[in-house]
């Protein structure tokens, strides 16, 4: 098994010697080092910076022993050289200066060519892959589905009145922003692979918005071609959304490698809705890091003993890492899953 990660080996099903483990959101506010640089620059400075990128992605591999690294960075960096203008605001998140509501809103909307529009971040992914190496680096993207709702919506929506609006009422309007949406994915997703990323994950936060109705006639063709392109890269790639449970058949026919599952489900049920074909990843309730250790060990060794013998499962949670998580039981939650009985081990 040498020369292959843990990690990568699940994803795809081979044989492994213990059970996998990284987190969402763990480069973040939990971490002291994060939080003094968060002194010193806004966010999307840090996002645009080759050494905070490098630094901040690379500290969980070296602080906690996970067994792969995520980019730091956020889902809106690409819009950004394609003509939108955006900020991130603090318990805010992405707010759109001028949202996309009619054809000539998106009118002005450039392709984006990643690797001129954006050097620092591959020139972040190499040197975070040289410093990391063998533990692997997962690249990532938002879904063109999530990008588009803060696109129409002008950022954070609790209803997404007015993409499901766009997405009832001018259906030729919603499948171009797709179509350009899905077409930056795999620009971005494919610089990242060719710079050093050795598997990829799209995430489709807000996609639980949509019932299974509208998800396979508004989004499932997107995500199928967007994998379908993916596919040339050969590296392992994830599909992951909140919200979901209800949609978590048709994801599967995504084409994904591996489906990240959040906590409102247990991952025995998804198992056996979806067969061994696609890998699962999660799903240990974020806020379980916020308990006590004996809560959270105890809550995270029923996921264990759930997915026992699963060749193609990665611990992971069904969420970002909380704020307020303890840094310690995030390194001792390591340790757990790394020790827990596997067949491989």
Known sequence: M???SRFIRACRGEIHDAIPVWFMRQAGRYQPGYRRLREQYSFLEMAHSESVITEVTSRPVEELGVDAAILFSDIMIPLGPMGIDFTIEEHKGPVIARP???????APLRPLSAEEDLPEIFRSIERICARID???LIGFTGAPFTLASYLVEGGASKYYEHTKKMMWEQPDLWRELMDRLAHTVVEHLGAQI???ARAVQIFDSWVGALGVEDYERCVLPTMQWIFDQLRMFDVPTIYFGTGTPALLPSMKHTGASVLGIDWRIPLATVRKQLGYEVALQGNLDPMALLASWPVTSSL???????MAGDARYIFNLGHGVPPGANTQHLKQLVDLVHAYPYPGS
Not at 100 to 106: E, G, N, Y
Not at 300 to 306: E, F, G, K, R, Y
């Open 2 to 4: 040498s020369g292959t």
């Open 100 to 106: 996309i509501r009619t054809a000539k809103d998106l």
């Open 134 to 136: 063998p533990v692997p």
């Open 194 to 196: 060719r710079h050093g």
């Open 300 to 306: 995270a060794t029923h996921i264990l003993d759930m």
